[in-house]
């Protein structure tokens, strides 16, 4: 029994991930930003999956105070996490400051999983074989612009959205590269376009189902034949290319080292 941390899990892709998970006899962690949505999904995915070893925690991903506990507690509850699924994410229709000073998109989708990724780095290193899986899209943008992470000079809210998924890939990169003398695997993944609240408020109606859209999630989280496999991008649970800037190591490494800024946070690797 592998445990599974899934953040975002309490509707779309990630609760049908941790669904199927929990079916596999896995140890599941369920996180959401709402205490009351959280237990009822929990419970129901206990009913679906006949196993009770599936618990909830909660953190509002805009504020690194709350990441920050997240870790904590999950590293006080837990002496071992096997597999991180990062697939939590928005979308908005607008450019939103937090109270931190940093625009909502890049924050939730990428500083968020930057955060809690490094302070759960020690708990992974416990597993045998760690995975860390980050749900990225087909739409990661082709350009970055450092002086724009916020949105300060324009901004747009599908660029908004590109640019916190390439962020993901060129985090999952440099994190493989960190990693690749350890039992940590770091790879991401296009789940494909999915029918869920995030696809409805981008680009209106359509997409396939969450089962579709859960699909590679699960593989690159439980498939043996990726086991030491690291610094890849999945899309229908095979191996692709992602955007040509994503293999850009300096571009990789400013951002780190930005992310690491932003967060407080010390470089785990230095």
Known sequence: MKTILITGSTDGIGMQTAIELAQMGNEVIV?????????EVVDNIKRLSNNDAVHYFNADFTDFNEIRKL???????????????????????????????LEKTFMVNHMATFALTIQLLNILKASDEGRIVNVSSMAQAGTIDFDNLNGEKYYDDYNAYALSKL????????????LKNTHITS??????????????????????????????????????????KSGLYFVNSAERRSSAISYDKKIQERLWEISLELSKLNNPFS
């Not at 509850?77 to 979308?91: E, Q, T, Y």
């Not at 680009?203 to 034949?225: L, P, Y």
Request: glycine share 12%; with cysteine; proline share 3%.
């Open 31 to 39: 996180h959401g930003k709402n205490e009351n949505r959280g237990k």
């Open 71 to 101: 870790a904590d507690a999950i590293k006080s509850s837990f002496p071992k996490l096997d597999v991180l699924i990062n697939n939590a994410g928005v979308f908005e229709n607008g450019r939103i400051i937090l109270p931190n000073g």
């Open 167 to 178: 962020e993901n890939v060129l985090f999952t990169y440099k994190l493989a590269r960190e």
């Open 187 to 228: 790879n991401c993944l296009h789940p494909g376009v999915i029918s869920t609240k995030l696809l409805h408020k981008g680009w209106g109606s359509g997409g396939a189902s969450v089962e579709e859209g859960a699909k590679t999630s699960v593989f690159v989280a439980t498939s043996e034949s990726l086991t030491g």
